[in-house]
């Protein structure tokens, strides 16, 4: 596998992924790695498995959303491990829409865990690790050129439709959908059209999702508070989503790689017919400017 990976250009190596320049113009092969990282890098692991069981549910949730309209840089997967993407300009922030308080916001505004918002709220983070991705806000956005008031409204927009359709989605089940983290990449069409897509991923590494009935973290919060069996908290989510056999893809308390190439890969032949809606560079209707 390493002697494979020396053949192809490695574009990007993130803390759970790598971009690898793809097999087709215009796209790139998203690599799942089986790293684990929490608090900005503070504390690290690798979990057997774990790669695979996020290509394969965020390969999945990214073809939902693109049934419902919502365009998304995944094209389709290409082994247990890797997926094909678009390749797109990342824009450097990280979206995160709230609707349990839980993680950072408990500890900014002393929210209890658990408390259901009367209303799903978004918040914006500057991606950069060095600076421990800084909460940021519109007037932010604007001043430093990070996207334009277009693009933010085409964001929003993507984003309450997300978060509308992953709440029935994870509630159909059995689970509640706590939190989750969106990243949108520009694509240019032929003639300098500008598209806004959904890219990185979905999966429990940036989403948190409670059990409906008990309230067990089956996300990566097991690993950030030392909850154990975080490699089976992925595997229930999966297992729930129809992605792996019922039995489970772990075997004498092992990840079994046999048992999981053999799973049916996943094509996102929706991303191929779209045809994308470019921007609407008129003024927004409700306008965010400065």
Not at 58 to 76: D, N
Not at 96 to 123: D, H, Y
């Amino acid at each position: 596998m390493a002697s494979m990976f020396n053949r192809r250009k490695m574009i990007y190596e993130g803390k759970a992924k790598i971009l690898y320049e793809g097999t087709e113009p215009g796209t790139y092969i998203q690599y799942f790695k089986d790293d684990a990282s929490a608090f900005n890098g503070q504390k690290k692991a690798t979990i057997a498995g774990k790669g695979v069981l996020n290509n394969r549910i965020s390969s999945h949730i990214m073809t939902k959303l693109e049934s419902i309209g919502v365009p998304t840089h995944f094209l389709r997967s290409l082994n247990m491990r890797e997926q094909l993407v678009r390749q797109v300009e990342v824009i450097p922030l990280e979206v995160v829409v709230r609707n349990i308080a839980a993680g950072s916001m408990c500890k900014r505004l002393g929210v209890k865990e658990g408390t259901i918002l009367p209303n799903p709220v978004i918040e914006f983070y500057l991606k950069k690790d060095e600076l421990g991705d800084p909460l940021v806000n519109e007037q932010h956005i604007f001043t430093f050129g990070w996207a334009d008031p277009f693009e933010l409204e085409e964001i929003i927009g993507q984003t309450y439709r997300v978060n509308d359709y992953l709440n029935g989605l994870f509630a159909g089940i059995g689970l509640r959908l706590v939190d989750f983290k969106l990243e949108f990449g520009r694509l240019w069409g032929e003639y300098d059209e500008l598209y806004i897509i959904l890219a990185d991923e979905i999966s429990p590494d940036n989403c948190r999702l409670w059990d409906a009935k008990t309230n067990e973290k089956l996300d990566k919060d097991r690993f950030r508070h030392d909850l154990g069996n975080v490699i089976e908290g992925y595997q229930e989510i999966a297992k729930r989503l129809g992605l792996v056999p019922q039995g489970g893809l772990i075997s004498d308390g092992a990840f079994d790689e046999k048992l999981a190439e053999g799973l049916e890969e996943i094509d996102n032949e929706l991303a191929r017919e779209r045809r994308l809606r470019a921007v609407n560079k008129t003024p927004p209707k409700s306008p965010r400017g400065v």
